[in-house]
């Protein structure tokens, strides 16, 4: 099979595509041939070895797990005696999280899961490329702000970033849950935002949304272009703002951002969180029943094939995206 490996730290061009065994398939695992899978941030940062300080578990010279891909949708190969539920045939889609070894890495032909693995059946009506898109994305958005913003009908909502990959869930998901929904982004995407249900649209060129004077009862950070002081200025007195944001610093990447939200948050009104999400079945059942119910669905910006992988991984390392960016095999 084919399969996305690199044995140095370095830009995208340390991607290369390898002719390597189909895994075998242990009892309590599920071969899944994949069809398309969708390029986080997670992934440049693991190739780039990014913040230095995650090599202490990621390897320190060279990476310890040459494998990248996170979210999947696919085919099901075959299955361990062990694994209920799932059967050859069936079109399936989730992920593992960040993986752990070379075999649970979706940017490959076919890829491991364990049976206690974040694989669920696919959303009828669902694509491969749209299903690949929504495991990562769609689980921060709805942690973020269900569990971490405390969402609640009639809230006031502002998400900066929102036409970027979690952002386009996000601003679905909080009009779903029956926020009003402010969302930042950049002229080319005004529209893109405001025809996922926005009630506002702010053009982060032409206007300060921490000086315009309105207030949120919670703000999900997806950019820091922003600091907390100027977050917490649009926020109401009981307000949460959440910081979902890409690492900052090569040395320690959110660990400083995280330690001032600590302390700040001993010592002021408002919640002040940062968050990572958690890889949870029960989650993504939940994102299935909402694209199922047509509530939200997938934003693909580009698809490219496995070979273009280092072009897709560049694209989406630049930052500019119009939702997920999705490789298809």
Known sequence: ?????????????????????????????????????????????????????????????????????????????????????LRPGDEVYGGSGVPLKARSAS?????????????????AGLTFTQAAAVAMGGLTALQGLRDKGRIRPGHRVLVNGAAGGVGTFAVQLAKALGAEVTGVCSTPNVELVRSLGADHVIDYTKEDYTRAGKRYDIVLDLVANRTITE?????????????CAPFEGLWLGPVLGMLKLMALSRIVPQRLVFFLAQVRRDDLAVLGELLESG????????????????????????????GKVVITV
């Open 1 to 85: 099979m084919k399969a996305v490996r690199f044995y140095a730290y370095g830009p995208p061009e340390v991607l290369q595509i390898e002719e390597t065994d189909v895994p075998a398939v242990g009892d309590d695992e599920v071969l899944v041939r994949v069809r398309a899978a969708a390029v986080n941030p997670l992934d440049w940062h693991g190739m780039r070895g990014a913040p230095y300080v995650a090599r202490l578990s990621m390897g320190l010279a060279r990476p310890k797990v040459n494998a990248l891909g996170n979210d999947v949708a696919g085919r099901v190969e075959a299955v361990g005696r062990n694994v209920i539920g």
């Open 295 to 322: 509530k939200i669905a997938p934003v693909i910006d580009r698809t490219y094939a496995l070979d273009q992988i280092s072009e897709a991984v560049a694209y989406v390392e630049r930052g500019h995206a119009r």
């Open 107 to 123: 940017f490959a032909e076919y890829a491991i899961f364990h049976r206690d693995d974040m694989l669920l059946t696919k959303p």
């Open 231 to 243: 977050n917490r200025r649009v926020l109401v007195r009981k307000g949460v703002l959440v910081e």
